[in-house]
């Protein structure tokens, strides 16, 4: 007897085959739908192979950096100290790759209906192969806005900041074409309290805008500290105020910035983060002396928007990985996509993944619209109510994915588990989530307009009545001011659900809006993924989002 025939036990049966190189462009029927209905169609073949990149390349990348994790190097081994951030290659591939595709300039240097939403889909695209280096690229296309409030200084910084070159030598800025731009605003003893900083702002000469001071103190975190330049706040004679802090002084000398290590960081691992010193710090006033919170708000607006993107480029992942698994694997005989409960999962999983789609791209273009006063308004509120609303939603949506996959979706060869890691991040960074229900109350209460924008979006239900009965109902909820900080997550949920059911009604798909209506409005579904009420063709609703050609 041949023993060995059966000592052989490793044929391996009953596997997906592999995504590797998938365009994740042309594996997403909704990311190309909802791109053409927000005016992006311009920009379809663009985007297209920013696709290819990121399921491609960039996803094999994306592992390796997050492998690699970047390290600290104080001094030289001369002794000299250079605070320097080290990364693996494949990082630095993953930069290159989206600073010259436009990520971090798009809508700036060829504004245009629909630039905003084709940026978006780009980083949604990136995000999915590896989102820790939106970091810097989010605050690079982000403070934009905010240094345009000091137009001598953006004159000299913002055609470095919007050029499409990556340079990620530790050199001044004179000597390289392309910047990129990081963060540094919480301190240990305040957190989002950033009115608390005890950071300290000395001017070099004459004070004022456009002026150069000296900072001294200590930012708890600093997003990205291998960047050219960041945006920081310290308090002056006259208040908080926002200051644009290089690396290196204008003599090429290094800047008194000291990196005194880097975060032990959840997930986020391929980036940066870390707690700086400032011991007498060049830097130059941005904006109004003593309005600091409202100058670098023109960068957060921007950066909170990534979040939402960024979460929902998580969640479509980990959906894709899902019933890509699902619609390969057999349980029992029969394919898991063919089996009514999980369609059930798998079909929830992707009504809340499109949804959240949806609500950051009609984000993206309110943007391109900041001209139209309601758009104006309505991207205020949005900003915030999406911001907290799809970054909740994305840790409990990717573990319930995770769980579809078994083992499978435990192990770290999947990308599920980085996803998980990575999801909490966008909920914490720029305001947690309280801060952002609390300025939601703030946008409807103190700022004219934007209640009135907010109804004028969701109009009187769109022929649904569940949808009406929400919409008189939010109003109601409006009215009544009793405690109102205490229900301001309800009301943040309530907001944001009302414009996902319109975005989804408005768009025509009878059976995606249907199956959100009537799990989120109407009453039939849980809060648990897997429970939506019968009589929904899941089947149909799951195909729309499952990888086809594999």
Excluded at 391 to 418: F, H, Q, T, W
Excluded at 439 to 460: I, Q, T, Y
Excluded at 481 to 507: C, F, P, S, V
């Amino acid at each position: 007897m041949n023993l060995h025939q059966f000592a052989e036990t490793h044929e391996v049966t009953n596997q997906p085959p592999p995504l590797d190189g998938a365009n994740l462009y042309r594996i997403d029927l909704p990311l190309q739908q909802w791109m053409q209905r927000f005016d992006a169609g311009w920009a379809e073949s663009r985007v297209d192979a920013y696709g290819a990149l990121a399921g491609g390349p960039l996803m094999e990348a994306g592992f390796l950096a997050n492998q690699n994790k970047p390290v600290f190097a104080s001094h030289d081994r001369f002794g000299h100290r250079i605070d320097l951030v080290e990364f693996h290659p494949a990082y630095h591939q993953l930069m290159q790759a989206a600073i010259e595709g436009g990520l971090t300039s798009l809508p700036w240097t060829h504004p245009q209906a629909g630039a905003h939403v084709a940026r978006a889909a780009m980083t949604y695209l990136h995000s999915q192969a590896e989102a820790g280096s939106g970091c810097p690229l989010t605050m690079t296309f982000a403070c934009v806005p905010a240094l345009k409030l000091q137009p001598d200084i953006a004159r000299q910084w913002l055609p470095k900041i919007l050029a499409t070159e990556y340079d990620p030598r530790n050199v001044g800025m004179q000597h390289k074409a392309g910047l990129t731009i990081g963060m540094a605003m919480t301190e240990k003893q305040g957190g989002t309290d950033v009115r608390a900083n005890t950071t300290r702002a000395y001017p070099v000469g004459a004070p004022g805008p456009g002026q150069a001071y000296e900072l001294v103190g200590h930012k708890w975190f600093c997003s990205a500290p291998m960047c050219d330049a960041f945006l920081t706040l310290a308090q002056t004679d006259k208040g908080l105020t926002c200051f644009l802090l290089p690396r290196h002084r204008p003599d090429d000398s290094r800047n008194q910035f000291y990196i005194q290590r880097l975060k032990n960081k959840l997930g986020n691992l391929s980036n940066a983060s870390s707690e700086v010193e400032f011991r007498g710090a060049l830097a130059w006033m941005i904006g109004e002396e003593g309005r600091g919170v409202p100058t670098i708000i023109e960068m957060v607006a921007m950066t909170r928007f990534d979040c939402m993107v960024g979460s929902s480029s998580l969640m479509r992942q980990a959906l894709t990985q899902a019933s890509h698994h699902c619609a390969h694997r057999r349980v029992g005989g029969r394919l898991l996509s063919e089996q009514p409960l999980m369609q059930n999962v798998l079909a929830d999983l992707a009504l809340e993944s499109e949804a959240a789609l949806a609500l950051s791209l009609r984000m993206g273009r309110a943007l391109d619209h900041q001209d139209d006063a309601q758009e104006a308004k309505f991207s205020r509120l949005v900003t915030a109510v999406g911001k907290y609303w799809i970054c909740k939603r994305a840790p409990a949506m990717i573990n319930e994915a995770a769980e579809c996959m078994g083992g499978a979706g435990y192990v770290e060869d999947s990308i599920l588990p980085r996803l998980y890691r990575e999801a909490p991040v966008n909920s914490t960074w720029e305001g947690s989530g309280n801060v952002q229900c609390l300025d939601v109350l703030r946008a409807l209460s103190k700022e004219p307009g934007v209640l009135d924008a907010l109804f004028a979006e969701l109009g009187e239900g769109h022929g649904d009545r569940r949808l009406a009965a929400h919409i008189v109902a939010l109003k109601d909820s409006f009215r009544d001011t009793a405690d109102i900080q205490y229900r301001a997550r309800q009301l943040t949920e309530d907001i944001a659900l009302g414009l996902q059911a319109k975005l989804l009604l408005e768009a025509g798909n009878d059976l995606v809006s249907e199956a959100f209506i009537a799990s989120r409005l109407g009453g039939q579904g849980g809060r648990v993924y897997g429970t939506l009420p019968r009589g929904l063709d899941v089947a149909a609703i799951l195909a729309r989002s499952t990888p086809q050609g594999f």
